[in-house]
């Protein structure tokens, strides 16, 4: 886990280099569910979600695989030299609780727009037109406080 993730609640996975020679044996999962365990650990209920920035489909789908929650694709991140990563992000029971808690009326669209990129991710709409609807919800819910402080964070999301 990133010692400086943007958020408490929603910490950052760094990346795993496992020798070729033991690619192909679960090596990269085992991995994988250590660190979800010790971020459930770390945060109990104020586990909100996990990031992982990842260029490779098979990272991806083991992360997918491995999160007891449900995965969105926030979009892509350039990350400079790197290049660009997808950015994925598992979500918890207790976002999803928050997520489904009313909101003022004044709030009802921003509440539709953030919900529909929250369960569909960057398929839906670009980050970027998501961002407004949850910095407005920051106030309501520690979910979006939570996310919006995440998202600001990454300013190379598209």
Same mark, same amino acid.
């Given at each position: 886990m990133s010692t400086d993730s943007? $958020? @408490? !609640?929603?910490?950052? %996975? !760094?990346?795993?280099?496992?020798h070729p020679a033991f690619r192909g044996r679960l090596v990269y999962a085992q991995v994988l569910r250590h660190r979800l365990a010790l971020c459930q650990q770390q945060w109990g209920l104020g586990l909100f979600g996990v990031h992982i920035g990842t260029s490779s489909p098979?990272? $991806?789908?083991?992360?997918?695989?491995?999160?007891?929650?449900?995965t969105i694709r926030l979009g892509d991140e350039d990350i400079g030299d790197a290049g660009v990563v997808v950015a994925l992000i598992g979500l918890t029971r207790e976002f @999803?609780?928050?997520?489904s808690l009313p909101v003022?009326?004044? %709030?009802?669209? @921003?509440?539709?727009?953030?919900r529909m990129y929250l369960t569909h991710g960057g398929d839906a709409m670009p980050v970027a037109e998501a961002l407004s609807a949850v910095r407005a919800l920051a106030g309501c819910q520690a979910a979006y406080r %939570? %996310? @919006?402080q995440f998202l600001q964070?990454?300013?190379?999301?598209?």
């Amino acid at each position: 886990m990133s010692t400086d993730s943007p $958020e @408490d !609640g929603i910490p950052v %996975l !760094g990346r795993t280099y496992v020798h070729p020679a033991f690619r192909g044996r679960l090596v990269y999962a085992q991995v994988l569910r250590h660190r979800l365990a010790l971020c459930q650990q770390q945060w109990g209920l104020g586990l909100f979600g996990v990031h992982i920035g990842t260029s490779s489909p098979r990272v $991806e789908h083991v992360f997918r695989a491995s999160f007891p929650g449900r995965t969105i694709r926030l979009g892509d991140e350039d990350i400079g030299d790197a290049g660009v990563v997808v950015a994925l992000i598992g979500l918890t029971r207790e976002f @999803d609780r928050q997520l489904s808690l009313p909101v003022p009326t004044h %709030l009802a669209a @921003d509440h539709q727009v953030a919900r529909m990129y929250l369960t569909h991710g960057g398929d839906a709409m670009p980050v970027a037109e998501a961002l407004s609807a949850v910095r407005a919800l920051a106030g309501c819910q520690a979910a979006y406080r %939570l %996310l @919006d402080q995440f998202l600001q964070r990454m300013p190379n999301l598209r």
